[in-house]
């Protein structure tokens, strides 16, 4: 329910708050920086390694907010503001005059938010989503993965969205064989008015975890080492919250972006291309700001509560954020803090990619199918995002015998060198894991004369073991191994 530097120091993002009355005017500062980093709207500029802006988003007092709402709107849109869920638009509304209007009402939602509830959460933990048969089995392999070759204690949430999306028989059995608890988002009473089936899925079960301090894990992302002290990085301690880059030439948001948080738009910024394959080849200058990965996020809600509402409520309008201004969830996280002016630690380590080296039509190729995130603190790849080559069905994987192995090479590039998308069909399926194009239909291909390293032995153990859960669940009563559909396993073959 996603996608997705070489020094020792953290970069992070501040934003400090401007009490300054609303401006027809944006009061914009652009800054160069290399990590570690801390840059203020006023200007305050330490040294770093990556290029980013800063903008000082005016903060919009109630009163003020709420007229700007009315003008550009008019009173029924307004009122439609006022209702919980409510998604409305004006269809002759071009985007810049929405983002008019969305400006002010995150302004507003900034101003009327309610104090940390102080009896509400507790304790740190995982959180996870799961659900269908796509979801169910990735979540599956990286839940045993965590117990039983991690051995990790933390407490597991796991957030699904009604009968719809799991049978109780699979819920069950996950309960008792691993410990983990699940959470139907259909039955909290705030969100029975709202979408909350797509990436907005991520942002309500961080929001409606019990944890005070969440580990968010995306279904397809594997720790390569036990996570139990995660918490205590040094990068999460002094902010409060940790996202991680992605590769530099993604590009998932519209330029109308920069206007809604009063920022400058990047020199040589382009438009995200329709559809999902965003990421453009081969350019990726300096001047761009670098993209957050959200297959794994650290956050204390205590300390990050104004920033984890703003993100909630970007999710939560998911018609206008996720889908006219975004493409996907991943940057609610990242404007959310700038929203709430608050500040999280970036993994100062750009990702690896992880994939297959081989020779096609005579020169060497890189075909990557797994995202090799950094730990906070050091540049050792800890996780292992399969963002591109997916366990969606356990049966394809063993169609025609032992399935490939696809952890076999590491391409590490620079923070501003450039990574391609390669499709299925381009190239050889030696590349690719799995015998349906579903499982993985594309890689990042990086580019010639970086450095390709063979894959270590703890991630090759790791895919040893995440191949023979997945053979496992394959042959459970309720999941339809080889496709094979009886009246226990109806719920898996009828929903991918």
């Known amino acids: 329910h996603t ?51 800063a903008g000082s988003m005016k903060q919009l007092s109630a009163v003020a907010a709420l007229a700007v709402i009315l003008c550009c709107v008019g009173s029924g849109t307004s009122q439609g503001f006022t209702q919980p869920g409510q998604q409305q638009f004006d269809s002759v509304v071009d985007l810049k005059q929405q983002v008019q209007q969305w400006k002010a009402k995150l302004a507003v939602h900034l101003a009327e938010l309610p104090a940390y509830p102080e009896d509400k959460f507790r304790g740190k933990g995982i959180v996870i989503t799961a659900g269908r048969r796509t979801y169910f089995t990735a979540a599956y392999v990286t839940i045993r993965v965590l117990r039983e070759t991690l051995k990790t ?22 309960r008792t064989t691993y410990n983990v608890d699940f959470v139907d988002l259909t039955r909290v009473p705030e969100l029975q008015d709202v979408d909350i089936y797509g990436y907005q899925m991520k942002a309500f079960a961080i929001f409606y975890s019990s944890f005070e301090e969440v580990f968010w894990l995306d279904s397809d992302d594997m720790p390569l080492a036990n996570i139990d002290n995660i918490f205590d990085s040094a990068l999460y301690k002094e902010h409060g919250a940790v996202l991680w880059p992605d590769v530099c030439n993604m590009i998932s948001f519209k330029t109308e972006t920069f206007a809604l948080f009063d920022e400058s738009i990047p020199k040589n910024y382009m438009q995200p291309r329709p559809g999902k394959r965003t990421i453009w080849p081969p350019d990726c200058p300096s001047t761009r700001q670098v993209e957050v990965e959200s297959g794994q996020i650290l956050l204390n809600k205590r300390v990050q509560w104004k920033a984890l509402n703003m993100i909630y409520f970007m999710n939560r309008h998911s018609d206008f954020f996720l889908k006219q201004l975004f493409h996907g969830d991943k940057m609610t996280f990242h404007y959310g803090f700038v929203a709430a002016k608050s500040t999280y630690g970036l993994v ?44 969606k069905d356990a049966s394809s994987y063993f169609l025609k015998g032992e399935p490939k192995h696809v952890w076999r090479h590491v391409n590490q590039q620079g923070e501003h060198d450039p990574y391609q998308l390669v499709f299925r069909g381009e190239i050889g399926d030696e590349y690719f894991a799995g015998e349906d194009a579903g499982t993985h239909h594309e890689c990042l291909s990086g580019v010639p004369g970086a450095t390709v390293s063979p894959a270590s032995p703890e991630m090759t153990a790791l895919e040893t073991a995440a191949l023979s859960f997945l053979s496992q669940l394959r042959d459970l009563p309720f999941y339809p191994g080889y496709r094979r559909c009886n009246p226990e396993n109806q719920f898996f073959c009828r929903t991918a």
């Open 348 to 391: 100062p380590f750009p990702p690896a990619s992880v994939g297959v080296e081989s020779k096609f039509k005579g020169r060497k190729l890189f075909c990557g199918n797994t995202l090799g995130q950094k730990h906070p603190d050091k540049d050792e790849i800890l996780f292992m995002h399969r963002n591109s080559a997916k366990f």
């Open 3 to 53: 996608h997705t530097h070489s020094h020792n120091h953290h970069s992070h993002f501040t934003h400090n708050r401007d009490n300054i009355a609303p401006s027809t005017t944006g009061n914009c500062h652009t800054h160069t920086y290399k990590a570690p980093v801390c840059f203020t709207s006023q200007g305050a500029v330490r040294s770093g390694v990556l290029r980013l802006l």
């Open 153 to 174: 204690t933390l407490p597991i949430q796991v957030f699904y969205g009604g009968e719809k999306e799991l049978p109780k028989v699979a819920i069950d059995h996950m």
